[in-house]
Each structure stands twice: as C-alpha cells, then as structure tokens.
C-alpha cells in the first residue's frame, strides 16, 4: 500500500489503515506514522483544520466521529460526574453532605440528588470547580444524585481492544504536537507587551486542539485511560520529545527541544543532572549551609546574626537568615525539575503560560480517571514551587491564583490523595519552605521595643505580595492538607518542620508597628494594617485552627507538648531578637503577636481537652512576665485609642482596634490575648500584677489620695477615660470564662445573647457576628442545626413588616425577656463590642426592659452576673483580688469617690463596687474569722493587715501621706491632721515586704507610688520626720502633707450609699430591723437597680462573711455621721455653677431640639400615611370642599392666606405622571401567572390598553377620522395621572421659589431643570402646579329636589349652550397659568400617547386627549377606591384629590374647541334626523354609529364642553340622555351572545309587549334590536365565530337584567364620580355589591321620582326616552346596518362591546424563587439571542430583558429603560434575576425597592451572596403592586438616582 495522499478520502484510508494494524506485521504502524509526519506536520499551523479532520476519522478507524464517540461513551464506567466550571457558574453546596467543606456540585447533580431539609446553599463560583457527585471521599454517598449513585460499573461490559486501537496510536503524536506548539510559541521577559501578544496569539492558535482533546475526555472512561496511558508513559515522551526523534527534521526537532531546555532554565529550574554537578561544588566550597533559594540557611540564628554585625553592611530589608533544621531539607524540592513524560511537560508549560483557561479545564476533565488523578496530583506537586515563583511573579495574579485553585482544591481534598504525596513528594515541606521564601521577599527590619539592638525581621505589609494577598492560594492549599487528620499528623510529628513553621510564623509576630504621634497628625494615613491583619489570620491563625482541630483527645497530647514547646522556643528566640528585658517601650503597639497566641491556643486545648497539668506547660516566672507584657499592651493601647490619645495617628487605629476584636478575627486575637494574660495572673504575683496593669494604663498618677496631682500626666479626660479602662480590664480579666471552663454551648450562648442585647439582629448578622470556631474559613459551622437551637432558646422572632414611611423591615431576632431578666451579661458585651456606642445600646435597651416589665424604674447599673465554674487550673487568676495592692486602690478610688474627687465617674464606682463584690464571692480557702486573728498580730504593711478583702474591708485607714500642690485643698487641714494623734493604730514599724520574685519591679511600683501618690503613715514615724518637706528633684510646688482619713472602706461604702440615695443615713443595716433577713434576703435578687442597691448588696455580703464585719458595719450607721461636705474651694464652685448653667443650657437646647424633630416626623409620618383617611387636618386647606363664603388658600411659601384671584392666582402643589396602569387591567380577576417555563407564555392582547387599540384601529379604518377620535377615550397605555399633596402655593411664590432651588449649590436628587422639585412643606416630589379656579359665588348651583323643568326643556338648553362659542377667558394670569399647565400635561406623556388621529396635530387629537385625561383619572381613582362604590364617601383619596380644578382647567380648554353642530352627538342623541345613505361621498367616511360609540367617553365630552359652572339639572340630562344610548348597546351586545333559536325566542316572546307600546321593558327592546339588526345580517356572520361561547350560558330574564345591569355599572360609577367632584356631592354607599346599581341610579337621579326608596331597581327603570324609544332606536341600528357591508367582519367587535375590567394586578410569582431563578438566569435575551449578564424581569408585562447590556440598546437607551417607556410610559418594575431585587424606574430616575423574597427567617438576600431558599413575602409584595397602582413610588420610596438611560 502507497503512502495515502492527503487528498484521498480520510474515511476510506483510515479504514484500511485500521486493517492493516490487526496484520500486526507493522506495516500498519509505519504508514500511520508516515501519514502523521505530514498531517501533522510542526511546519503547517497547529490545529489545521485539515490536519483534526484527520485525525478524528483515524481514531474512528472508517466510521463517523461521531458514531465512534458514541460507541466509546457505551463503556463509560466512571461513577463521577466531574462536571468542570469556571468562573461564574452557578452551583452548590450541601453542608450536610459535605465531608469536606470545599464539596461542590453541579446544579443538575443537586437537583437530582435528595436534598431536601438539608442545610445547603446556591452559590456563584469564584475561582471555578468541579462536581462531587459520586466521590465518596469529599462527600456523603447519600448525596449522589441518582445518575452517579451506582457503585460499580459491573454492568458495562470491557472495551473491546479494536475500538481504541486507533485512538492509542495517534494520540502520543497529537498531544506531541501540542507540545511542540507550546515550546515554539513562548519566550521569556513577559512584561514586554509585543511578546505578551504573541503568547495570546499562540494560545488562540492551539485553541481547536485543547478543544478536540477536552471532547476526547468527554467521551468516558475508556477514553480517558487511553489519554491517561499516553500522558503518563515515560517511553512514548522519552521516544517523541527528547530531541532526537527520527523524521528527517531533525534540525526542527533540536531547535524545538533545546526552546524547551532554554524555557527550564529561564524559570530558574535546572534537570536534576545539573544540579547534582553543583550540588558537588557546594560541598567542595565546604560550605555546611544548604542553599535554598538563596537564603543560606545558618547553623543558628544567633550564630548569623553575629556574622551580619560583623558584616555591618547590611540594612533594612537585608534578607534574614533563617534557621532551618540542617539536612533534613533536600533543596530539591525547589529548583530542580526533569520531566518524564508529556504530563509533566504540559503542565509546566501550563504554568509558563499562566493557566490558560482551555488547558486547565482539559487538565481537570481527566480527574475522574484516578490513575491520572494521583499522577496529576504527583506532578502538580512536583511542579507547586514553581507554579508558585511564577504566581509571585505573575502580572495578573489575581485570575492566576483562581486557576491554581481552582485545580488544587480538586486534588487536596481527598484526604487518601494528600496524604500520599505528602508521604512520596513532601508536599508538606515544600509547601512551608514555598512560605517562607515567598515571604523572605518582602522582609524589613523590626522596630519593635529597641530599634538600635533589634536584630529580628518582619514582613513588610506594604509589599505587593501582602496587599494583594499573593499568597493565599498556597495558605489555602495548606490549610485544605492540615485539615485531613493524616496529614496534620505527620506535620506534627515532623520537628523539622514545625521549627520551620515557627520561624515563618515569628515573621508576622510584631508586624505593623504603630508608633503613637505626640506632636504632628500623620500626614499620611497608611492602610497597610488590613494587610497585617489578614495576613495574621490566614498565614498564621487558619493553619493553627486547622491543627488545632486535631488536638482533641488525649492522644494527640504529646504533639500538644511538641507544639508549646515550639512555640516557647520561639518566644524566647523573639525576645531575645528584639531585645527585650522587662518593659515595653511606651507609646508603641502591635497588634500582631501570633506566637504568644499559637501558645496560648495549645495551652488552652491542653487543659480543656486532654486534661493536661497547666504547670507542666508553663515557662519559669521569668518567662510569664515576659509574655505578659504585649498583650497587656494591647490592652491598654485600646483603652488609649478609645480614650482618642491616638487621634495624630489618624482613622486608621481606630480601624485597627475595632479590627482586633471584630468577629472573624477575636477568636484568634483578643481571645487568646486575653487567656493568656489570665493565665499570667493566675501564676505571677498578684501585687506585681496588678501595679503593671495601672502601671500600662497610665493611671498611676491618678490613684492618690490627694485631690490633686502632679501636672505633666495626660489631659484629665483622657485620665478619667484610661481609668475606667483599666478597671473594666480588671473586671474582663477576672470576669471571662472562654478558655477557663465555658462549655462550647455556653459560649455560643453567651456571645448570641451579647450581640442580640447590643441590638436586634437578622439571621445572617447574627450569624456574621457570632465568631466562627475552630477553622473560620472552613464555611462549615459544626452543628449549625445546633446554632438554629440555641437561637430559638434566646431570642424571639419579630417577623418583617412594612413601615408606612417607606423602610421595609426585615425578619429580626431579638432576646427574650428572660435573657434581658437572667442572662444579659455587660462583660461579654464590652468584649465584643466593636464600636463603644453598642455598650450604650445594650444598656439603654436594658434599661428599657426594666421600665416595661416593671422591674425597675431608674437608671439600672450594669447586672452582676454569675459566673461559669473556673477551671480549677485558673483558680490562681481570684489572688489578684486578694492583694494589698488592689485593695489600696479601691480604698482610694472610693475615698476619692466619697470626697468628690475630679475625674472620677459613676462608670470608675460601678467597676470599684464590682471588684469588691468580686472578691467577696471568690475568697481564699483559709475562712475569714482565721484570718482575721493572724491579721492583728502580723500588721506588717502600712496599709492593710492581710490579704483578704473580707478583713481589709473593715480596716481604717487612719492617715495617709500625700504630696501635693501647695495650693490643694488638703494643706488647710494639714495642721489638723498632724495635732490629732492616732491611737488606734501602734503598730511596730513597717518590715520589708516579701515579693522575692519581682522585688525590683515591685520596689519600682511602690516608688512610684510613694513618689506621686500617698502611702499610710504611722503617726510615730510621721511625726518624727517633717511633716513637711520638698522632694529635691521633683517641681518645686509640690510639698508632702498628711492627710487624715479615718475611714475604712465599709465606711466610705455607707457614705456612698448616703450620697447615691441623696439622703442622710439612708442606710440602715436591714438586719437589724429584722434579725432574719439576713437569711432572707438573697442577694441575688437585687441584681436589677442602680448603685445604691449595689452597696446594699456588697454590704449584706461582707456581714454574711464575719461577725467583725457586722458589727463595723452597725458601728458606723450608729455614728450620726454628716457626709462630709465636698471640699471645693471657691473658684472651683464657680467653675462648677458655670459649667452647670451651660449643662443647663444645653439641655434646653436640646429638649427644643427634640421637640422640634417629634413633631417634624410626626407631621412626616402622617403625611406619608396614604391608607389612613382622617389622617391630618392640614390637608384640607386646598381641598376643593365648598362653603358658603369664598374658599382660602394659604400659601406653603409665604405663609399668607387667600382666595385665588384672576391676577394673583393660587395653585396646588401636583405631580403630574404618565401612567399606563389602567392599560394593564385584563378580564380575569385571577393575575397572570409569571411563566418559569419555556411552554407558558403570556399574551398581551386581553389587556385594556392592547383592546382600545384594536377597537381604535378597526374604527379609523371604516369612519370619519374626526368621529372616530370622538367615539373612544386613550391614555390607557399613557395617560397623564395628576395627584397632589394638597398643598397651595400662589404660583408666583412657586417661580421664586423654583428660581432659589435652580440656584442652589446643594445637590438635589431631583432635577430643577425638568420643573421638579418638593412640596416646601410636606416634602413629597412635584412637578407642577395647578392653579386653583376662583369661585363665583353668586353662580354656585344648588340642586333644587323638585325641578320643574322637563327633560324636553333640558334638552334644549343644554344643546343651546353647547351651541355657544367656547371663549377663553380674557387673558390674565390666571389663564395663562392654565394655559401653561396644559403644556405641562401634554409634554408628561410621550407623544405617540396623544396622536392618534390620521393628521399629526389635529386639533381633534388634543381634544381626544384632554377628555381622556379627564376619564382616566376618575376611573384611577375607582382603582384606588376598589373598583367599585361601595364604601361611598370612604375614601381616602376624596381629601386630597385635585379633579375639581383639574377638570375645570380641562373644560376651558376643551371649551375652545368648537363642535360642528352637524357632528355634535348631541343632536343624534336626542333628535330623529334624516340618515343620507346616498349623501356619503365616496371619499369621505362615515361617521362612527352611535351604538359603536364609547359611552363614558361621550359623558366626558358632552360634560367639559359644557360652559363653567355647569349647572347640576343640565348634567343629569346628560346622564340620562346617554343612560338610554348605553342601555341600547347592552341590549346589543346581548343579542350576539344567543344563538339562533334563542334570538328567535327573545324576538317573538316580547312582539305582544310591543303592541301595548310599553317601550320601557328590556324584552321589548330586545326584540325590537333583533329585528332591526336582523336587517343587516349580521347575525349570520357572528354565530359561526361565536358559537363556543354561547353554549355555555342559558339565558333568563334574570341573567339578563343582571347582566345589563353590570354592562351598565362602569358607566354609572364614572358619572357617580364626575358629579362628586364637580358638584361636591357626598358619596353615597351601601353594604352589598347588589346594591350598587340601584343606589348609583339613585344618585344620579336617574330613577322616576315616584319609586320607592325600597324597591327592587330594575335597570330599565333608569330609561327616559326624549323620543318615542322604538323610533330612535331604529335609527341607531340603521346606522349600523347600512355601513356593514364595508366591515362586516369588524361589526362583531365594534358592537359588542365588553367595559368591565378587572383591578390592574402584577403579574403572579412563584413561592420559590429558585423556579425564577433556574428558568432566567440563563435564559436567552429575544433580541440580541445572548445569555444577558444581568439578566430583568418585567413584573407588569413579564417582558425578558437585559438590564445595562450594550446589546440591547437603541439610539443610547439600554433595554430597561426603553421597556420602561414602552410598556409603563416610564414607570418600570423590574426583578433582577441575579440579585433577586426588585427595581422601580421613573422617568429618568431609578431606585432600589428591595426584595419580595426572603428566606426562611424573613430577610433579603441581595445578590443572592449566601444562596438559601427564598420564598415570596405577600405583603411586600402587595404593597409594591399598591404603590404601582396609587402611583406612590416617588413619595415613598428615597434615595433616587438618574439611570443615564443606562439600566
Ligand atoms: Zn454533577
Ligand atoms: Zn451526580
Ligand atoms: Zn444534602
Ligand atoms: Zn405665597
Ligand atoms: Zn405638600
Ligand atoms: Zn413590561
Ligand atoms: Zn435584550
Ligand atoms: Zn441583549
């Protein structure tokens, strides 16, 4: 056989091909590669067309490709779906499926699988994914859908050898070509954008292939073996790609692979051939450092620190050395590559090229094939430093880091998977070693404590690498590996590696140094600190959780060990590195200690879970001081940052303080800061302690006895703020149970009942809010069914509403009164409030619950709370409340307290009050009374006997030694206190006090304390030196005195109490009043009051403790103390008074400020109320209300009233809009169902608006135009709505005032220019004024009940005043007013609304307008009112309706308009006139029927042309004159509605009737009409159409009368209407919808005088024939008859007319937004055919569109805006498929209205972020249908902004 030419036919060639193969002579094998080497060809073009037609008919060995595939797809046994998505593909997650919680699966999947109850959620994916469904290892097998729930693939039989012979031997040499294009198209030095543009270009070339390979995995898994043998098989790579393949191109092949050798090398990479000759030299330097990525890696930190001082060249930013382990690294996890085979190859020319999208879903198509996924697996890993140097590297690392992890997260979360390559290719140690020397990149020197001796290194949070958060797709591979229990395992166990970690973590420890500024603000506030804070937590916290979440049990507890060790190792190397002995430097804060919190974690997990012994893990005392010191600074640079001493350094700390204990980050910052400060405390000294808390917050200063200080301490206010702070540390410290006993549901309780006491909360807050535990990324909370318990066991459900005002509410939860009762707990809520103002809030709501329940009336203190058991291994942490230190500082504080100190609030006494209360409820062991016994004897301190508070409390304090100003109030009394001589206290002189461990720092604290403060004297001691001298080196105006204090702190407390209460000796101890209360009384019922219950409390406590202190206690109240008045000096008291009567002042302003506001909003409120009628009297100012005297207008402008006046004319404030809401009305009173189906559809020909316009276009084709727009009313799909507030301004008041608004700077969210703006006073959004027609009193006519006049009479002088030229009224100002209101009418609506008439701008067409404008807003108003008369007067929109005058201004300018008397209907109507058949040219039309005629819109007419005022009697017969024209066309409309024989029933049954001549019954006249109309066949042509709908009805007199009756009823109410606004007429009403006819005949007088006002109306009553009825009658049905002929087809729908229409409704929308969602979001736009990005919906119509696409515009208007117009006149509703949210456009404003979707706990999901079922919320969307039909959207809704014609 000869070498097949390519242009032989490919399917005969491959066939024979593939027999030639089955000879096995090899034949068959060398032709095909012959017939390769040219189709394939590295000289023609990758991806020839040609050359893949080839290729696929040789696979197919002869048959079609696409036979062939579906063959192959016959023996798919994978039982994955591995369904591949990229970005933006919708997909989901089932927690309660998901093993691993990066599960994912494909939306058919999903629905599919059995997932209902579960807690899942839809999402859009981010970085792209792949389904799950069917891998048993990432999530539960119940979860499979049933496509991929079949185990095995036993029944799909093997695949026969043949089939795939082909495809095995071609393959290799496709996938080559592949490679060869990759090695051809690249070169280096990517930044230059030409070769930026040839490497797209070879991507695109290459495009068709990846596409032919990806269709290749498409086809199963028989296919895929195949591709997974040739990807992994070293022979056929080794024999292709090495350079000396045999083809005769040997050159090409040379060139080709020396590209691919020159690429490797480029990229830092080097075959391990190479590196191994280096490797030789490396040793032969004898250096014993490894090289890693050129970091050398030193013996000892401490070795090469030394050497880099030496070196002293270095500087900032000079990379560190970082220790490693020696030896145990291979360097070769780095920088060596040598690839095997073609997928090793690939990928790395898939990470050179940066994950072009195509090949990496190729890649990731493959992974079901498990042999493939573990040699992928392999080899990314073989590949990931590289992938991630090339990331560091990458211009667009954001869409790299999406691609990365996009295939990883596919690999890594098989736990089997990442355990083997952590086993067989150290992925754990890469991937640290990858860590640190990414971030050795970016390292710059500490400054943290001494900047000069500082030798340790950070990252700097300015880099690239961190602001753009680079490296998180390496942590998040990291932590994804941690989290499999494996692999976290063999972390631990690795020493090598942990110390590696430490080292990187010890990077972030004191990153991000903040320096407080003293002087200048900052001129730049640097934002860096996001990037250190999300650095900590995602390098550093996340992998802790994730390790830690698998040192639960108890054995895992010698990693535990290895881990704290670690940790503490690396503390200490920290210390030493920055130098630290024992003090921080002031003014210095990092909040970045992740080292001392990955101790503190462990620590905690050791004592909680594995019951370790805390001392066994803790350092030596040294050590813990250490540790203390930085958290502890934290702490007090918080309260300085809250106490604004930060404010130089800008906005930027505050963010970093509230980032700090803001939910995603406490759990792993402020928690573990504070645990270990407790665990600190609970070891140390307490003294010691305690003195360095005050001693960090600053406030030593402050806590002396004396009444003034030294000067040169912070502000007072900061003084007072950093107080508070400190205690209320105290308070926390000594308070928090998180790590020291708290059960998990304990905690998750707790911080649920903070934040729902901070504030009501939604779900998903509540949910945002709580912190996450253990792996905060992980987006599993274990147990969230367990969150939903706890949650309904503290907080109660408030379901959403809508408020009035216009703000949707949304489903809240809020606490229940027994958590406000029992569990409300101010600690936890200060822990983690982030903004100050929310500790406020929970008090202020505290405080409110307390009045409501009656529980209590004042200003509650904070409650004291009952406290979880403490961990017996904390119970260290009670000694700090037994230490001489803290009692001294009580003492002082509440000395100070007492004497009315400055600087001390009410918020210091709580915290004081506390710690007492504190330490009475925790005392030491040793009981009281044995204390109290060795107390007396060993008095060793100046100032308290013991430890104990219990004893301390009673002890007095008789002297105190201050230094003070001269000037202070205490040296008056000082020679007082030195002549009294103490005699109660003479003890030995003081002995040194033992604090061995810390005696400097101690011996520091008390020389501090003695310097500036006070410290007790002993009267001897104090009398023997002087009493007086100066310190040499302090300000020479301080002087020592002693003050006399006499006082013990039981005695200061009953002061306090006498102080709290404002009365003298108003305690009273309760026990001695009765001896048994002391047992009665439980204390623990008093924790609701204020301060004087908590003195009460505290002292019940004490005398409970011991007698000693019962009888100090009596002792005191016994002595008739008088408080001691404070001692302020005079100037101080006149400060005071000053300050006072500014405080005063304030108020005042303040309460007028409020009152001012209450009544604003309760104005507001009201106003905005549309549904209340009786709502506000000020809306009655400008209604159209008569009275006798002349109506007065106050203008909202310039405050003066009046009556409107030809020269001066008033207006009402009104808004004029387009409306097409009636043209929306149907038949049915069922709405529309919204179609989620491709078979539903909806149609708009039964709408209102599509029916006028029809009717309109059949008439305009037969009759005279001029008729024609006579004969019909417009504006249903248009019309100008007009409305008002109620308003009145004089219209020149309203030019000025628009003038000063167009001159206005502020921004208005209205435009000035379009004539818009706001009511001055109510607010609500304008247009237009409508001015107020001035009343002629002496012309008001008065219904007279009997008139004389007879309808003949009436007749004629309505057609004589018809006659009369309408003339304008002589031109003033108000004409001109009306004249311009008009104009503003017209330009509301579009003008294809007002021109409908043949002859663009006719007169007729403004004529036709007008009265419509006149008829659509009486029958809104109906809408409005229901539909229907009923309710009568009961309305609300009677009040502020504005049809008075605006039917006035109608009517003069209709007036203008003169109707031939020839055409006027007035005449037909009333007169028998001579029909001209003949007299018809032929050019002209005839005119429209009267029976074709539009009745309603003939009242319209006949009433505005009418002259002003009309006069009641003249209307009436207009009414009645067209009542009988009506009852005609009903009596028509019927007939069509028999059939045949019925007609011929009808006919007959009345011919005897006819006789008597009793004209009015309807039989007669229904007869007489079928005879008539007989006349002209028309009958003949509309049975055969209408034969479906006849059958159905059986007629009777009785169905008859009721439907002529409801035909006649949508006339009635619109003329009901027209007479109450034109005569002020009161509605009438009646209780049943029957009623309404007769009750309406009624009052429009229709009915003869002589029927009683109880019997039954019939509809024929009504009828007042001018004329003998039959006569006129026929000549109606003549007109008919003699045009058919013309028309025939159209008589049918001219004369049958339908008015009734439903209430205009919204189309219906499913329960479930998921039914919307799936059919839209990738539904097809109709008019461009492409998915729409953001996707709209039309809720009015149901009309698809795409909002803001460039596709869909139209000369600048995008296709919202446009549908807006076409379909609401410019109102649009809008639901936004991807963001479930629905959108109201208005003219050119838009507005966000919210959401008529909530999920499950009543709250939006704005662009579905967290993708929970939504159902529909009726009421919302009720009240959006109400405010489209009352047209409120501008009044209702805020925040408007102009769409640029761009949605
Ligand atoms: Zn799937
Ligand atoms: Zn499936
Ligand atoms: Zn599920
Ligand atoms: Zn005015
Ligand atoms: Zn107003
Ligand atoms: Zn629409
Ligand atoms: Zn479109
Ligand atoms: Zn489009």
Redesign the pocket.
Known sequence: MAVPSLRRDKPGVAASLKAEFSRSDGRGSQLLSELLDNVLNPKRPVAEAEGLEWCKCLMAGGERFEDFCQTVRAYDHATLCGLVWTANFVAYRCRTCGISPCMSLCAECFNAGEHTGHDFNMFRSQAGGACDCGDSSVMRDSGFCKRHRSTSGSSIPSVPSDLMMMSEHILPRVIFRLVQHLRDGYSESVSDPATERDIQRTLQQMEPLVSLLEDLTKMGGAMRSILTRVLGNHQIYKDLSSGDFCTGEKTYAKKNYDKYLTALKGSGLVSSEERSASSVLDHMAGASNVTILGATAGAGQRESSDEEEQDGSQGIGKRKRVKFCNGTKDPSIVDILKHKCFLEEILFWTVKYEFPQKMVTFLLNMLPDQDYKIAFTKTFVQHYAFIMKTLIKSHESDTMSNRIVHISVQLFSNEELARQVTEECQLLEIMVTVLLYMMENCLVKSELQDEENNFHVVVNCGEPLLKNNTYWPLVSDFINILSHQSVAKRFLEDQGLLQMWMNFVSLFQGMNLNKRELNEHVEFESQTYYAAFAAELEACAQPMWALLTHCKIKDMEEYTRTVVRYCLDALQDWFDAINFIDEPSPNQVTFHLPLHRYYAMFLSKAVRCQQLDLDSLLPDQEMLMKLMVHPLQIQACLSEIHSNMWVRNGLQIKGQAMTYVQSHFCNSMIDPDIFLLQVCASRLDPDYFVSSVFERFKVVDLLTMASQHQDGAPDPEHEKSMLEGALTFLVLLLSLRIHLGMTDDEILRAEMVAQLCMSDRTHSTLLDLIPENPNPKSGIIPGSYYFENMLSAVADFKAPVFEPGGSMQQGMYTPKADVWNIEFDPIMVILRTVYRRDVQSAMDRYMGFLKQTGKFDGNPWPPYRERALLNPSYKGLMRILHCKTLHIVLFTLLYKISMDHQNMSEHILCMVLNLIELGLDNLPEESVEEEEMLGEEHCSDSWFNGTNIATNLHHIINHVRVRVPETAPEMIREPLASTSSDTTCVQSSNTAQVFSLVAERRRKFQEIINRNGSSTIHTPDVRAKTSKWTAPNSTPQLTTTILEVRESMLSLLIKLHHKLSGKQNSYYPCWLEDSESTSRLDPMQQIHGDGTTAVERILIKTAAQSRQNKFSIEEICRKVTPPIPPKKNVSDKKALDKEERRQKARERQQKLLAEFASRQKSFMETAMDIESPDSDVAMDIGSSEKQDSETVYD?V??G?SGPSTEERPTGLVVLLQASSVLGHRRRSTEPKKLPTSDEEKIYPEDTCGTAHDVRITDLQRYFKDSSCLQSVSIGWEGGVYVQTCGHT??ID?HKSYMESLRNDQVLQSFSVDKGEFTCPLCRQFANSVLPCYPEKNEEKCLWLPCNNKTLHVLIKEVEEQQEQLGMFPSVTNLSKEMESVMKDIRSTTQKKYIDYGKIPGSPDNDFLFMYSVARLNLELELVHRGGNLCLGGAGATTKRSCLNQLLHVLAIHMRLFRIDSAYNPWARLTRLTQVVDSGICDDEKPDVPLLYRDVPSLLMILALTMPQELHKEHFTCIVKVLYNLLYAQAIATFSFRFNEEEREVWKNSAKLQIMDNSEKSSEVLLSHIISELSKGNLYCASNTDQKSMITTTIWSPQSLEYSIQQFCLPFFRTAGLLQHHLFSDDLPCCQQTEEEFGMLARYLRLLPTSLNSNDEVKSFFCLDWPLPALDIVSQWCLEVTTSTESHSKQVMNLLVQDPQWSLPRLLRLPENYNTIFQYYHRKACVHCSKVPKDPALCLVCGTFVCLKGQCCKQQSYCECVLHSQNCGAGTGIFLLINASVIIVIRGHRFCVWGSVYLDAHGEEDRDLRRGKPLYLCNERYKVLEQQWVTHTFDHINKRWGPHYNGL
């Open positions: 203008c402008i310039c003066q301004l004089h008041c």
